[in-house]
C-alpha cells in the first residue's frame, strides 16, 4: 500500500469512481515530480477539486488528470526551486518507508531514492518529460500535449533527461538479503564505532549526504570518499554520538535498504543506502522534523521510543 495519504473526498459522485481508480498513480507521480509528500498531497486534492468541478465531458480521465497533476506540480516547482536555493545544508527528497503493492509494470530500480536524486539534475520540464514518457509509459503525444510543447522538443527533452539519469544513475542490481546483511551490518559498526568493518562496507568513492534544514544537526556538505567518510564515523565515535542509537524499524527507504532510527538527544532519522556489488556507494539521511512528519504516523511507535 502506498505510503502517501489520499486526500479527502467530498461526498461521492459520478465522477469519484474515476478519481480513485488513478488516485494512487497521480500520487506516485506527484511525489516524483516534487520531492515532496506533503506537496504530492496537496496537489492531489488540488487535482480532485478541479476534476469534481470540472464541466466539459472528458474522454479519458486519466490522461486528463494526469496533465492537471503535471501542470500543477511544475507551478510548485517553480517556487520549490527558489526555496532550496537559501535551504540550510544539503536537500534530500522526503523520504517513503515501505513497499509499495501497487507499483504498475514500472521497474524497481525506476522507484528508487537514487533516482529522485538524479532528477534534481533535471529541469522541471525534462523532469517532467523523462518521468510521464520512461516511468509512467505515456505516450509521447500525450506528453507534448501535457507540457504544451511540440512533440519534436518533448522527445528531445527526454532524450537529454534519459542520458542524464542514466550518466548519474548506473543500473544495478542487489538480493534482498545481501541488502538486509549490509545495511544491519553497516548500523552496528557505526554505533559502535568499528572502523574496520566500516572500510570493508564502503566503496572507495562513497558518498554521504544528510539533511537537517537547518533544524538539527547535520553535516552541512556532501561528504566524499573513503578516508573522508571513515574520519568522520571516527569523530562521531569518539563523541559517543550513535551509543544510544535505537532502529525503529528496518525498512525499504523509497526502493533502497534502509531502517528508522532514533538518534542521540532523541531526533528521528531516516537512513537509505545506495549498494552494489556488495559495496555502499551512497549513504542517504534525512533527519530535518518536517520531512518525517508522515513517519510518525505510519510508525505510530515512534513516539514512545525510549531516548
Known amino acids: 500500500m502506498s505510503p502517501l495519504m489520499p ?26 515530480m516534487t520531492g515532496s509528500v506533503a506537496e504530492a498531497e496537496d496537489v492531489v486534492q488540488d487535482a480532485w477539486l478541479r476534476w469534481s468541478r470540472a464541466e466539459e465531458a472528458v474522454d479519458s480521465p486519466a490522461a486528463f488528470l494526469t496533465r492537471v497533476v503535471t501542470r500543477l506540480c511544475l507551478d510548485r516547482m517553480k517556487s520549490a526551486r527558489a526555496q532550496r536555493e537559501i535551504y ?19 521497474d524497481a530500480e525506476d522507484l528508487t531514492f537514487s533516482l529522485m536524486l538524479a532528477l534534481e539534475r533535471l529541469s ?25 510543447r511540440d ?17 548519474a544513475r548506473p543500473r544495478y542490481s542487489v538480493e534482498r538479503s545481501e541488502a538486509d546483511r549490509i545495511t544491519r551490518a553497516f548500523f552496528a559498526a557505526a554505533r559502535d564505532g ?7 562496507l564502503l566503496a572507495d568513492d ?11 544537526i547535520a553535516f552541512l556538505n556532501v561528504i566524499r570518499g573513503l578516508a573522508r567518510v571513515l574520519r568522520l ?47 555502499i556507494f551512497g549513504i542517504y539521511i534525512v533527519r530535518n522534523p518536517e520531512k518525517l512528519r508522515h513517519i510518525e ?8 521510543a525510549p531516548g
Open 297 to 304: 504516523t505510519e510508525f505510530p511507535d515512534i513516539g514512545d
Open 7 to 32: 486526500p479527502r473526498m467530498s461526498p461521492p459522485d459520478s465522477r469519484l469512481a474515476d478519481f480513485q481508480a488513478q488516485q494512487a498513480r497521480l500520487t506516485r507521480l506527484a511525489y516524483r
Open 124 to 148: 522541471p520540464l525534462e523532469r517532467a518529460a523523462f518521468l510521464l514518457h520512461d516511468v509512467f509509459g505515456v505516450a509521447l503525444k500525450d506528453v507534448a500535449a501535457t507540457l504544451e
Open 194 to 200: 568499528d572502523l574496520a568493518t566500516l572500510k570493508t
Open 206 to 216: 562513497v558518498v554521504l549526504q544528510s539533511d537537517g534544514g537547518g533544524r538539527v
Open 88 to 106: 540550510v545544508g544539503s536537500w534530500l527528497p522526503e523520504p517513503l518507508v515501505g513497499t509499495t503493492e501497487d507499483e504498475e509494470a514500472i
Open 233 to 279: 564515523y571516527a569523530g562521531l565515535a569518539r563523541k559517543g554520538h550513535y551509543r544510544d542509537a535505537q532502529v525503529l524499524r528496518w525498512t525499504d527507504v523509497d526502493g533502497l535498504p534502509g531502517y528508522v532510527s532514533r538518534e542521540r538527544g532523541r531526533i528521528l532519522q531516516i537512513t537509505a543506502l545506495d549498494i552494489r556489488d556488495g559495496r
Open 151 to 167: 512533440p519534436a522538443a518533448v522527445r528531445q527533452l527526454a532524450v537529454r533527461a534519459r542520458r542524464h539519469v542514466q550518466d
